[in-house]
């Protein structure tokens, strides 16, 4: 069983709608849970962090962590074809702080103008 | 935010040769710095942790006399690349992390290109 799991897409939503990705993890010890937003060619940029249960929102965006389902998600709200991109969901297994950093394997996110 | 630097951004070099990547941290001193290689339409690997001062922990698989690590400073870490070969070509991004941080921000990358 893999750490961390997204599915890999594509997902396509139009300009303006919501898109919702989704993750799990296997640890349920797992403290912290990040997004990072990856153009294609360029590195990894964090765009949120969640630490405890519920949402967490930045503007468009909204994480949701619920940790007795193993399950973070985030929402971008209003979507613009600048955020397609490859989100790639991070979960620190096994208690915190950023160590033991495990990615999924990413999403890759295509907002049709 | 955090920044973190890397250089070169893109680097081509004859097999065999040795390639010095530098990562550092512009706005913030980094206790933690990790290292990742990144191949065509892959997700991140990582291959090593290192703390400034002490030698660097490498994943399983990882040849440590290869990929020659230093984190000698709070804001420099260098990953080497010893007698490359084509198949080290790859995108290797560094990540910092402060003592009291619990986030990882990434270095913008390096590509390297063994010919």
């Known amino acids: 069983q893999k750490e961390v799991e997204q599915n890999s897409g594509p997902l396509s939503v139009p300009e303006g709608a919501i898109a919702s990705l989704n993750c799990t993890y296997s640890?349920?010890?797992?403290?912290?849970f990040f997004w990072y937003r990856q153009y294609s060619g360029k590195s990894p940029e964090l765009i949120m962090s969640?630490?405890?249960?519920g949402d967490k929102e930045d503007g468009r965006f909204t994480a949701q962590l619920n940790k007795a389902s193993q399950y973070v998600s985030l929402l971008i709200r209003d979507s613009q074809p600048s955020d397609s991109a490859t989100y790639l969901c991070?979960?620190?297994?096994?208690?915190?702080?950023?160590?033991?950093?495990?990615f999924g394997t990413g999403t890759r996110l295509t907002v049709i103008p | 935010g955090a920044v973190v630097s890397q250089h070169p951004s893109r680097v081509i070099c004859k097999s065999g040769t040795s390639v010095k990547i530098e990562c550092r941290s512009l706005?913030?001193?980094?206790?933690?710095m990790f290292w990742y290689r990144q191949f065509p339409k892959q997700s991140l690997m990582l291959m090593a942790t290192?703390?400034?001062?002490?030698?660097?922990?490498?994943e399983q698989g990882v040849e440590k006399d290869k990929f020659l690590i230093n984190h000698a400073s709070l804001t420099l870490s260098t990953l080497t690349v010893t007698s490359a070969h084509p198949e080290d070509s790859s995108f290797y991004i560094c990540?910092?992390?402060?003592?009291?941080?619990?986030?990882?921000?990434f270095g913008p990358g390096t590509r390297l290109t063994v010919t």
């Open positions: 991070a979960v620190n297994l096994g208690g915190d702080g950023a160590n033991n950093l495990f």
């Open positions: 290192s703390n400034e001062g002490s030698k660097a922990t490498y």
């Open positions: 969640i630490y405890s249960n």
């Open positions: 640890d349920r010890g797992s403290q912290s």
């Open positions: 990540s910092a992390r402060d003592f009291q941080g619990r986030e990882q921000y």
């Open positions: 706005d913030f001193q980094a206790t933690t």
